[in-house]
């Protein structure tokens, strides 16, 4: 598709091994206001690419942030050293996300989990800043895997 690479200067660009499009379609499924943007097909027989007539690109939006992802193969992973940061402004919304971004993957700490793809989400409070700016709260938060509003807020006023 033509516009597969088209749209805001810089925009994040992953590399999955071979299943791109399935991880673009769980993201799209999860986040309200996404949708799939467009995908390049491999139409080579080449053991470095996909087999012929399947995504090597796909491009998506999550909620209004254009992503493109790739099936680059096994060379190369994803790490806790890129994440999404997914702000909520209710423990509702935080434990929604967990759950679907969860599913499949694993708990790490403080609000970051990572998904049965590989990659990293930091699942946090909208106003996380201000609450671990209070020493109480940060020190609640390095003892959480989920993070929960109303124990942050209570340690914040302590």
Same mark, same amino acid.
């Given at each position: 598709?033509?516009? !597969?690479?088209?749209?805001?200067? !810089? /925009?994040?660009?992953?590399?999955?091994?071979?299943?791109?499009?399935?991880? *673009?379609?769980?993201?799209?499924?999860? $986040?309200?206001? /996404?949708?799939?943007?467009?995908? #390049?097909?491999?139409?080579?027989? &080449?053991?470095?690419?996909? +087999?012929?007539?399947? +995504?090597?690109v796909v491009s998506f939006e999550l909620d209004g942030q254009r992503v493109t992802a790739m &099936?680059?193969?096994?060379?190369?992973?994803?790490?806790? *050293? $890129?994440?999404?940061?997914?702000?909520?402004?209710?423990?509702?919304e935080i434990d929604n996300y967990w759950a679907k971004l969860g599913e499949g993957g694993h708990?790490?700490?403080?609000?970051?989990?990572?998904?049965?793809?590989?990659? /990293?989400?930091?699942? !946090?409070?909208? &106003? !996380?800043?201000?609450?671990?700016?209070?020493?109480?709260?940060?020190?609640?938060? #390095?003892? #959480?895997?989920?993070? &929960?509003?109303?124990?942050?807020? *209570? *340690?914040?006023?302590?």
């Amino acid at each position: 598709m033509s516009g !597969i690479f088209s749209g805001p200067k !810089i /925009s994040p660009f992953l590399w999955f091994d071979q299943n791109a499009a399935e991880a *673009a379609e769980f993201y799209v499924g999860i $986040f309200p206001n /996404s949708r799939m943007l467009g995908e #390049m097909k491999s139409d080579l027989d &080449n053991p470095n690419l996909p +087999p012929k007539g399947k +995504p090597v690109v796909v491009s998506f939006e999550l909620d209004g942030q254009r992503v493109t992802a790739m &099936n680059g193969g096994p060379a190369q992973k994803l790490s806790p *050293a $890129f994440s999404f940061v997914v702000s909520c402004t209710t423990q509702e919304e935080i434990d929604n996300y967990w759950a679907k971004l969860g599913e499949g993957g694993h708990e790490v700490a403080c609000g970051w989990l990572t998904d049965k793809f590989g990659l /990293s989400w930091q699942v !946090i409070p909208a &106003n !996380i800043g201000e609450l671990v700016s209070h020493p109480r709260a940060m020190q609640a938060m #390095m003892g #959480m895997v989920k993070l &929960n509003i109303a124990q942050l807020e *209570a *340690a914040a006023r302590e």
